[in-house]
């Protein structure tokens, strides 16, 4: 029995070729409609002021065309220099695009796979870009140099396989090799314009109407008014028919580059079931990603699709699943399995508590530092009593120290202001040229004094305290955890973060402020400054001991992953 297989992605590609021209044809012939309508009324405003009566002369006729060609022309440009200048520039910095990380697993795999495309379409160079969100979506743009850049977020390294990210990439490398990537930011652009004239005239009116003044203009504003919101809508819904267009176009291409369109199908379909909202954005830009931004609430009946930018998500895995014979529900359900098996993979980390039977066997000596080695100096309080003694890291972090203040060295039996003594000297030259105080005390444990040991944690970097294993982490790499999902929790630590929800973050109020201190003074493992106790964040308070020189987060025994449990479970 022959197998029935849809439209290869050759016959794909030239159809909606053909179809994406036509529709960008009409859209630039009524952009020069619109300009040359707008330049009619402005030369008959000009003819009456000067002349005191319009004239429909031929003279007039022409002088209106040429200035409607050259008002065209003019904006055209402007908006083809603007796109190419700053365009992407303006959306990467909106977005807080940064570079990946070599020494992140996930973007290492981000890199590796971009290399592989590029190498694979013949491209020189193309710029990989990482969006700290935790939605799952993807773009491409050109940058101001005319190399190409392709844009993913958290999200989406921590949810996409290995052949589904190549995929992605695929699909926004064919963005580029298209042209799509320049094109569709111009005509994101145009539609863009009048959209921003109707916004300023709709503004200047709504002022007008508060105070009361210039009543009699509403009269002129509102053909204007009503003019520019039915080119915006025609300019958006031309647009948007040119996206989908491009879109369908952008598959094939991917299939051609990729050679999987099953990991296509499951990549669309994953990105459109999740959150894919990038930030506070204009929607006007929505059809530079792969999946439109709040794609989960996104109708596919005919007047709800009508303005959608990208085409309704079954019409794509359809014409996908089509290409290998396969029905779109094969799809679906693969997804569904393979989220299944996702999940009874990740392994389980146990309390700090269920830790006490394993052995911690080193084969290096580490030296272990007494917590009273170095507490020789005693300071004069306020109130003229010594307090202390205290290491010189607690004595520089004393709230009302100064290098006025009299200090004593127990040691030396020496009583003087502190800045007559060269340890102390030191010691303020360092914290302010931010090296570490005491390099000697570098990379150790806050509590337990131990060396820290760097560990692959979710994929990043952290250093780990092989006794009370609390965990050491850059502030920005928290994010990346939160979103990767590699490992499962024991019962008895959902049973701390469920105590922990219970307590506070239903009853913040009846919370003893107590548990919200730290119990000793927590220093810095790299510049060995003072750490201060600080809630994780306003939404989830869970305590923790922040660096505010090195940017570091040190989380105390199962409070990372307390903090993991409520996010995931939220």
């Given at each position: 029995m022959a197998r029935n297989f849809g439209r290869d992605f050759y016959e794909i590609q030239r159809s909606q070729w053909r179809k994406s021209l036509f529709l960008f044809s009409i859209l630039i012939l009524f952009y020069l409609c619109l300009i040359g309508i707008f330049m009619f009324g402005i030369a008959l405003l000009l003819e009456f002021v000067f002349n005191g009566s319009p004239s429909l002369s031929t003279d007039t006729i022409i002088k209106i065309l040429l200035m409607d060609i050259t008002f065209a022309l003019v904006i055209a440009l402007f908006h083809l220099y603007d796109a190419r200048k700053f365009g992407a520039k303006i959306i990467r910095n909106r977005l807080e695009a940064i570079s990946p990380s070599p020494d992140d697993f996930y973007h290492k795999k981000y890199i590796n796979t971009v290399e592989e495309i590029r190498i694979a379409c013949?491209?020189?160079?193309?710029?990989?870009y990482i969006l700290p969100s935790f939605a799952v979506n993807s773009m491409a743009l050109i940058e101001a140099d005319r190399t190409p850049a392709v844009f993913v977020t958290e999200g989406l390294l921590a949810e996409f396989s290995r052949n589904e990210l190549q995929a992605v990439i695929a699909h926004e490398i064919a963005h580029i090799v298209r042209g799509d990537a320049f094109y569709m930011t111009l005509v994101c652009s145009l539609a863009n314009f009048f959209e921003r004239a109707r916004q300023v005239l709709e503004h200047d009116t709504y002022r007008m109407d508060a105070t009361n003044q210039a009543q009699s203009i509403r009269g002129g504003i509102f053909?204007?008014?009503?003019?520019?919101?039915?080119?915006?809508?025609?300019?958006?819904?031309?647009?948007?028919l040119i996206s989908r267009q491009r879109e369908i176009l952008a598959d094939a291409t991917a299939v051609e580059i990729c050679r999987n369109p099953r990991a296509l199908a499951r990549a669309i379909y994953k990105a459109h079931i999740k959150n894919s909202f990038i930030g506070d954005f204009n929607l006007t830009y929505s059809p530079l990603f792969i999946v439109p931004p709040k794609s989960g609430r996104i109708s596919e009946g005919f007047f709800s699709g009508l303005f959608n930018s990208h085409p309704p998500l079954l019409m794509r895995i359809e014409m996908l699943s089509g290409m290998i014979s396969t029905a779109p529900s094969d799809i679906i359900e693969e997804v569904t399995s393979l989220s299944r098996v996702k999940d009874k993979a990740r392994q389980i980390v146990p309390a700090q508590e269920e830790r006490h039977r394993i052995k911690i066997v080193t084969t290096e000596e580490e030296p272990e530092i007494s917590g009273e080695d170095g507490r020789v100096w005693k300071i004069r309080?306020?109130?003229?009593?010594?307090?202390?003694?205290y290491t010189i890291e607690e004595l520089l972090s004393v709230g009302y120290f100064t290098p006025l203040i009299q200090v004593k060295n127990i040691q030396e039996g020496v009583e003087a202001s502190a800045r007559e003594f060269p340890q102390i000297r030191t010691a303020i030259h360092s914290l302010g040229r931010k090296k570490p105080i005491n390099p000697s005390k570098q990379n150790l444990c806050p509590h337990c004094r131990k060396h820290l040991r760097e560990k692959i944690y979710e994929g990043v970097v952290i250093k780990e305290c092989p006794d009370c294993r609390g965990k050491l982490v850059d502030a920005s790499h928290v994010g990346r955890i939160i979103t990767r999902k590699e490992f499962s929790f024991s019962s008895k630590l959902k049973n701390k973060a469920e105590e922990f929800r219970h307590n506070f973050l239903q009853n913040p109020f009846g919370f003893p402020k107590t548990r919200l201190q730290r119990p000793n003074k927590t220093f810095c493992p790299i510049c060995t400054k003072r750490m201060l106790a600080r809630p994780f964040n306003y939404c989830y308070v869970v305590p923790v001991d922040k660096c505010l020189s090195c940017g570091v987060i040190w989380f105390d025994s199962d409070e990372l992953e307390i903090l993991q449990i409520l996010i995931e479970d939220r």
């Open positions: 013949g491209l020189p160079q193309i710029n990989p053909p204007a008014d009503f003019l520019l919101k039915f080119s915006t809508i025609v300019m958006h819904l031309l647009s948007t309080s306020p109130r003229g009593k010594h307090e202390g003694p």
